[in-house]
């Protein structure tokens, strides 16, 4: 059985159609990439998997591990084990990292039917996986994203990834607002999370980010709709030759 | 802490409904007649055996306040009150005060455990806290009494100091809030029936944090309680008051009084967790809370710390003061006031600079949620005398939904040059991707609404003494279920 399996969705935002008819197969252990121009449906289609208010599904389904996903508020997904990583993570003012982090993994926790998580425990999870990330324990204490540069929020949603553990990670745009370094050292963090059980969804526009994070399939997405799919040379074609022969399909 | 945080858990739970607290203990009660006149101010000072100064001070304040005026100035609407349908007295009938908690009626016990507040002095927060349990208009129990008055600390209801220390009471009643201040407060020096008295003697820090548990349980009281708390120089006491009432669908009326004296290099930090029955979400019923506390730093370097954490009451009008008197004297407010559903707070404080080189913080944060309306309403007056005297204030409010309204009155008075006074204000609202974000982290709307709420308020409630931060956090969770969505 797939992991994640969409199904000629569709959705509006403000009464306009921006999925028309997606399907897309993510089998546990692979890793997936969705290119395509700006306006294709990108960011509709991470947002419409996490649940979001205001995008509306008109038609299709989408099973998760087999489960009615779209049933579901956006916490049960993310407490199922969805993870969306933001292209712009929110400001939290007054709410330290660490808080933060222990009230999501709590969260999972409680919908799990486990206990809550002992503070040292906790503690001592977050301080390894922080280390690897290159995350102080002065970040930690400072509140979620307020003052972060453009690499410390994304190292940050890296870390939370890491923390939560999820069995379904969806990236958007992770690569923007990320210089040479940053950009590595947040592939690590995904490539660490690689694994048998687990499925990645990568949504970028450029195939920088698929330099350090090799995809098993790249899917062309404009239009709403998936356009063509293929393995990892598929993106270095974009690279070269751009999305112009997609707009125009979709013209 | 532990069997507090689990009582507020287990209520939470239990309960569909939104105020944890309104259940009614059903106990025998002794009441004095409906309405206020000489004569009750006579009956509340005999029942409690007062000496003759103090039923004078009575009736001149009840003189006084027939001849005042209800204010109006406030924000908060709500029909006139009629001070003749009140019972001015109530208790739990009982032939003497208990002398110890096994005298107590077990009735009584088991409501504060219910509320999260066991009497019982060895579950009582391990030892680290100090309780006095106020049920209506008396005193039922005060606990660690005796470790207290190994150091010398003398914490207790007010019935009973005005017995064995009618010096002390005599001299500091009435010396920081006049009894002619204000309509409430002038109210409740001819009414008050019980509250809690401290004193700490010169050069003690006392060992515990002091609590006290105010509920209102009869139906048509009001409650008038009296507090106050004198730090001789160079002492130190961290003072704590939480309040509960029943649910009840008529307005119930609350007016106390609190006054602080803290002498040269004293220091008083108190601290109000506030959850009055906020009344239904029409506004029907609730408490009426009209509450005059100040505090004078009467010696040089002295200092006094409000901090309140309200999130009850249908209507709350209460401004806690500092009055700088001593030189370098410290006065700091740190507010959070929400306020739901039908809610009105009208709430701040004024800041009286008298002394050279005083300095005062204000920290205000307003959580406006459903139709409430929450006003910051301040003062801070520099005096011709007040030499280099400094002032901070920060108004922070949040709105959630757009049918509620968050508004800031701030006054500023200063009468030397020298002086230096800064305000801040923001106002904004929760976002929808904030709320989505903390959602896609797998916290359910509440959680999330809480954590941000929390977030926002933090630089007040990190001034909380430890033991009740954490309840405290939960409560304002509470306060704004069913704010979102």
Redesign the interface.
Known sequence: MSLLEVRNLRADVDGKEILKGLDLTINAGEVHAIMGPNGSGKSTLSYVL?????YEVTGGEVLFDGKDLLEQ???ER??DGL??A?QY???????AGM??LR??VN??RR?NGEDEIDAMGFLKLVRAKAKTLGISDEMLKR?VNVGFSGGEKKRNEAL?MAV?EPRMMVLDETDSGLDIDALKVVAEGVNAMRSPDRGILIITHYQRLLDYIVPDKVHVLADGQIQRSGGKELAVELEKKGYAEYIGAAA | MAATAETVDQVQDNSGDKYKYGFVTDIEMDTAPIGLSEDIIRFISAKKEEPEWLLDWRLQAYHRWLEMEEPTWAKVNYPKINFQDIYYYAAPSTKEKPKSLDEVDPELLRTYEKLGIPLREQEVLAGVVAVDAVFDSVSVATTYKGKLEEVGVIFGSFSEAVKTHPELVRKYLGSVVPASDNYYATLNSAVFTDGSFVYIPKGVRCPMELSTYFRINAENTGQFERTLIIAEEGSYVSYLEGCTAPQRDENQLHAAVVELVAMKDAEIKYSTVQNWYPGDETGKGGIYNFVTKRGVCRGANSKISWTQVETGSAITWKYPSCVLQGDNSVGEFYSVAITNNAQQADTGTKMIHVGKNTRSTIISKGISAGKADNTYRGLVKILPRAEGARNYTQCDSLLIGDTCGAHTTPYIESRNPSARVEHEATTSRI????L??????????E?AVG??V??????VMKELPMEFAVEAQKLIGISLEGSVG
């Open positions: 996490a649940g979001r208010d205001g508020a956006a916490d993310a407490n993870f969306l933001f993570p929110v400001e939290l003012p007054g709410v808080t933060f009230e999501a969260s999972k919908h509140a939370q939560l | 976002s929808e991707d904030q989505f974000y903390c959602r896609q982290r797998g916290l359910n709307e959680d954590l941000i929390n977030g926002f308020c933090k630089e």
